[in-house]
């Protein structure tokens, strides 16, 4: 089943700002709040969504890249997007929106759903770059790189505690992660919930620390780590791999992987967006009397005719030879600039042969009807 717009799923228009945003999610959050709806499917399905939709359009880069591209700019080979996320995702990611834990927790003293007010940190997100030739970026390509990182300790497997009678759950919350607060206002009792000062919302308290990492439940490793680099992706373009970012202490969620694409410069040719530019150089002899050539293409070489009579400036296009776009079938041309080479320097016999040539009367510049401008052509190709 394809994905709904996500303006659609937070009923904004594609103008909204980030209030408008953030606004029309927490309606929806709390609309679909699985406490709200135990045992509904559907609800929890529509909250997701929500959240998915959110977590897009609430940031600048992946939504600039979703006006872009659709659903493809964020979710290409399995980068970005909110679909797979469980709720301890959406609760953690989101607590701009949650006040850091359930509302319905915070607002009616309890949660149907029995979910634990306990924090759950997030690992921070780190940044890498991929260089790639035009081959690959034409075919898409695996990279596997070796990533400096914060891991799991392996000593204290990230609780941070010396062993496993190191720990003992917080008596101030009692392992809830969280303390109530019961208020008198003019409407009655009204009973709120906060992160624990004590444990700092994590339920339990360490007594003593692990000696390899020293409490933080981190230590630095290193990972290698396979990306899926889809096909047609260009230079400076960022591609996020969920939870391969920096590991979080104590069970958290790990942070993501920002690939940012770097492209190498190809030998022959440049890159136009999907197209592809071959410059070519014939001499006079070749642009007057016809030849055929052989030239470089991305996946190998290709032999064009030049037709005789062909004027410097003439662009030829060779359909289907240039990039994909991203997540489409559509695939650019490789376009041809036949350039006729001037001798820079000539012998004698030479300059006596040109002498007798351009008085000759094919050799005056009779330009047709048919013959292009420098100005029709370039309009011509960008038409």
């Known amino acids: 089943m394809s994905k709904r717009d996500y303006y659609d799923v937070l009923g904004v228009s594609k103008s909204a700002d980030a209030a408008e945003i953030k606004s029309a999610y927490r309606k929806l959050a709390i609309k679909y709040h699985p406490d709200k709806n135990p045992g509904d499917k559907a609800a929890e399905d529509n909250f997701k969504e929500a959240a998915e939709a959110y977590e897009i359009l609430s940031n600048p880069d992946k939504r600039r890249k979703y006006d872009q591209f659709g659903h493809a700019g964020n979710s290409a080979s399995g980068y970005g997007g909110g679909g797979g996320m469980n709720m301890d995702d959406i609760f953690s990611q989101f607590g701009d929106i949650f006040g850091g834990g359930n509302p319905f927790e915070s607002f009616f003293g309890g949660s149907g759903g029995g979910r634990s007010g306990r924090r759950v940190t997030r690992g921070t997100n780190l940044r890498i770059k991929v260089k790639l030739t035009l081959e690959e970026i034409a075919n898409g390509v695996e990279k596997k790189v070796k990533v400096n990182k914060q891991i799991v300790c392996n000593t204290c497997s990230g609780s941070g505690a010396k062993d496993k009678g190191s720990t003992h759950t917080c008596n101030t919350c009692g392992g809830s992660g969280s303390v109530r607060r019961v208020t008198n206002t003019i409407l009655g009792q009204m009973q709120t919930t906060s992160t ?69 410069a190809h030998e022959t040719l440049k890159r136009d967006g999907v197209n592809v530019i071959y410059d070519l150089y014939v001499n006079f002899a070749d642009a007057a009397l016809g030849t055929s050539v052989e030239i470089p293409t991305i996946d190998g070489k290709a032999k064009i005719k030049i037709d005789p009579g062909t004027q410097g400036g003439k662009i030829l296009r060779l359909k289907g030879k240039g990039l994909p776009e991203v997540n489409s079938y559509h695939k650019g041309d490789q376009l041809v600039y036949v350039n006729v080479w001037t001798p820079k320097t000539v012998s004698k016999e030479e300059k006596e042969l040109l002498e007798k040539l351009k008085t000759s009367a094919n050799f005056k510049p009779q330009p047709g009807k048919s013959e292009k401008s420098f100005f029709e052509r370039i309009k011509e190709y960008f038409e």
């Open 196 to 264: 624990c000062p004590t444990c700092n919302g994590e339920g339990v308290e360490i007594t003593a620390k692990c000696t390899t990492c020293k409490g933080e439940g981190l230590e630095r490793g290193e990972e290698t780590i396979s990306i899926n680099i889809p096909a047609g992706v260009s230079e400076g373009m960022q591609l996020s791999m969920s939870g391969k970012g920096n590991a979080a202490p104590r069970g958290g969620i790990p942070g993501d992987l920002i690939i940012l694409v770097e492209e190498v």
